[in-house]
T-cell receptor, first 113, second 116 residues
């Protein structure tokens, strides 16, 4: 079956620190990979995506590269801000007649001034 | 472009009562998803529709949960009777699923259900 494993949180950083949130996956088939963000009290929003190996998704200073050889899609940002405090979800979909989505458990990020 | 609409935003019921949630997806999106998100966990897919047909409902507790999307547009998720463990946020999402946007989902704000 398909699964997504994220690093345990919370991740606590000071403003302007470097961020890495690890995500690895297993999939039957060729997945598309996603990072979603959930700000406090809000629904999930797509942050970035990558649909094939070696693609790099980027948005709002966040980046993630689809690594097929290591089955990973780690999220990075060079300098975090307090406003980045949220829960980040790694997810995949696999085409098999339809795009069945699988989410990780989420990683909480707390950024202090 | 309007986003995914859900109602109500909050609902408090007692166990063994019934409850229904409504979702209106983004116009033109053929695929609609219902998720259950328990506090501290990632969303768990309950059911996926393609137009008005069910694609996957393998994780839907069919003895108490039901969902329909009669005209291939908006959808209703029902719980009857509710249990304490059904307390969660119920998320609706939709997607267009062209080859470029493969699998990208757009989420509504969710309905927070509390079962007492």
């Amino acid at each position: 079956g398909n699964s997504v494993t994220q690093m345990e949180g919370p991740v606590t950083l000071s403003e302007e620190a470097f961020l890495t949130i690890n995500c690895t996956y297993t999939a039957t088939g060729y997945p598309s990979l996603f990072w979603y963000v959930q700000y406090p009290g809000e629904g999930l929003q797509l942050l970035l995506k990558a649909t094939k190996a070696d693609d790099k998704g980027s948005n709002k200073g966040f980046e993630a590269t689809y690594r097929k050889e290591t089955t990973s899609f780690h999220l990075e940002k060079g300098s975090v801000q307090v406003s980045d405090s949220a829960v980040y979800f790694c997810a995949l979909t696999v085409s098999g007649g339809s795009y069945i989505p699988t989410f990780g458990r989420g990683t909480s990020l707390i950024v202090h001034p | 472009e309007a986003g995914v609409a859900q109602s109500p935003r909050y609902k408090i019921i007692e166990k063994r009562q019934s409850v229904a949630f409504w979702c209106n997806p983004i116009s033109g999106h053929a695929t609609l998803y219902w998720y259950q998100q328990i506090l501290g966990q990632g969303p768990k897919l309950l059911i996926q529709f393609q137009n008005n047909g069910v694609v996957d409902d393998s994780q839907l507790p069919k003895d108490r949960f039901s969902a329909e999307r009669l005209k291939g547009v908006d959808s209703t998720l029902k719980i009857q009777p509710a249990k304490l463990e059904d307390s969660a946020v119920y998320l609706c999402a939709s997607s267009l699923e062209t080859s470029v946007l493969r699998g990208t989902q757009y989420f509504g704000p969710g309905t927070r259900l509390t079962v007492l």
